[in-house]
């Protein structure tokens, strides 16, 4: 008898719910219904649930990853038109001129891997991912065991809020460990990687 599909447990039912309802709050302005939501959020786990193993996490919690992902997908594609939006389009054949004299084309000084990179269409090559993946433990490791916690759930995914919450903190002693936690990358030059909210 086999077991039955993720996608049919009521945990993963419950958040499938949770989270259509929580991207259609950001997605609702690009005519998004939940029901639509709930549909890609289903599609989504059925084509991942062969990857899912139940010893690295609990289904309502790859569910979880999964579905903000998919939002994250479904939402690129309206957000990357704005991207640069004040800024004048100019032909990739566009003559420019170098300290050498020798013209060149504006399509000769960009390269497609940089360009993607840099518009978050790709990421960093395999074997530099492995580095900054390899550099981001080492420094964890050396973390005291409260910023270590915090970092940890960072990096799954969730807010400080739900950090707060999840270590029965108060937000603003969360906060003062997410800063504790840029500081730290910070120090080891990895300050790049840290994302800081602009305030409003």
Request: with cysteine; proline share 6%.
């Amino acid at each position: 008898m086999s077991s039955p599909s993720l996608v049919m447990l009521p945990a993963v039912l419950g958040v499938i719910r949770m989270e259509a309802y929580r991207a259609w709050r950001s997605l609702q302005r690009f005519g998004y219904e939940p029901s639509d939501l709930r549909q890609e959020f289903r599609a989504r786990l059925l084509e991942v649930e062969g990857v899912y193993d139940p010893l690295r996490s609990a289904p309502s919690t790859f569910a979880t990853h999964n579905c903000r992902q998919r939002t994250l997908q479904l939402v690129e594609p309206h957000l990357a038109g704005k991207r640069n939006g004040g800024m004048a389009p100019q032909s990739l054949s566009t003559p420019v001129g170098l300290d050498e004299g020798a013209p060149a084309e504006l399509a000769d000084l960009i390269g497609d891997d940089e360009y993607a990179l840099r518009m978050g269409r790709r990421s960093l090559p395999a074997a530099d991912l492995l580095a900054l993946r390899l550099d981001v433990d080492r420094v964890v490791r050396g973390l005291p065991p409260e910023l270590a916690d915090v970092a940890r759930l960072l990096s799954v995914g969730e807010s400080v809020v739900d950090v707060a919450r999840r270590l029965g903190i108060s937000r603003a002693t969360a906060h003062r460990r997410v800063a504790a936690l840029r500081v730290a990358f910070q120090n080891a030059g990895l300050g790049r990687y840290v994302y800081r909210a602009e305030a409003a």
